[in-house]
């Protein structure tokens, strides 16, 4: 069955530091998409960016860039000179598809709480 | 464009009774999903609705149970609610894609206490 899992529970850094949130998931299909949301004290979530299982690419937007390996099945997350508006709860969450066709639902990691400290 | 709406925003229901809550897709959107939110389980998918039909479901029990018009509006239903059930329960729309889960748009919730 899927699983995504985000091992760092909290991270703390101080604005202007680069910081990296990890998420590592687990697949049967070869065919999949992987998302990462924001969720910030608002409360509502915010898609980041969507990537299938066949472009490897690394993708940059601004400050957030995405780090996608398959040979150690993760998609990193890493935000370039933090500010205080990034402190939110990050989602890393994966579809899978299978082999008859359609898209499962997203299964979301636990989340990280990032806290920007100005 | 107006993003995913949800009604009503706060709601505070009983053990044992039922409740119905509501969701607009973005405009233009076909796809509907549900999730429900908790400190303790996370964020858990409940089912995706595309032109009125349910494509999948998650693993909740039966009392769960939800509804597509044609308009693309949804519903979910919770009957017989028992504590538990308390929770941020989300709504997301998506575009349709050639293949695979589109990128979710998400609502605000419905936040649900159930006593």
């Known amino acids: 069955a899927q699983k995504v899992t985000q091992a760092q529970t909290e991270i703390s850094v101080v604005e202007k530091e680069d910081v990296t949130l990890d998420c590592v998931y687990e697949t049967r299909d070869t065919t999949y998409y992987l998302f990462w949301y924001k969720q910030p004290p608002s409360g509502e979530l915010v898609f980041l960016i969507r990537r299938n299982s066949f472009d490897e690419q690394n993708e940059i937007s601004g400050r957030y860039s995405w780090n996608f390996q398959k040979s150690t099945s993760s998609f990193n997350f890493t935000i370039t000179a933090s500010q205080v508006v990034d402190s939110a709860v990050y989602f890393c969450a994966l579809s899978e598809v299978p082999s008859g066709g359609g898209a499962d639902g997203l299964t979301f990691g636990k989340g990280t709480h990032l806290i920007i400290q100005p | 464009k107006a993003g995913v709406t949800q009604t009503p925003r706060y709601l505070i229901k009983t053990r044992g009774q039922q409740v119905t809550l509501s969701c607009s897709p973005i405009?233009?959107?076909?796809?509907v999903s549900w999730y429900q939110q908790t400190p303790g389980q996370g964020l858990q998918f409940l089912f995706e609705?595309?032109?009125?039909?349910?494509?999948n479901k998650g693993n909740f029990p039966g009392r769960f149970s939800g509804r597509q018009f044609s308009n693309s509006r949804s519903e979910m239903n919770v009957s017989t609610l028992e504590l538990g059930d308390s929770a941020l329960y989300l709504c997301?729309?998506?575009?349709?894609?050639?293949?695979?889960?589109?990128?979710?748009?998400f609502g605000p919730g419905t936040r649900l206490t159930v006593t």
């Open positions: 997301a729309s998506g575009p349709q894609r050639d293949r695979g889960l589109s990128e979710q748009y």
């Open positions: 405009s233009g959107h076909r796809s």
């Open positions: 609705y595309f032109s009125e039909t349910q494509r």
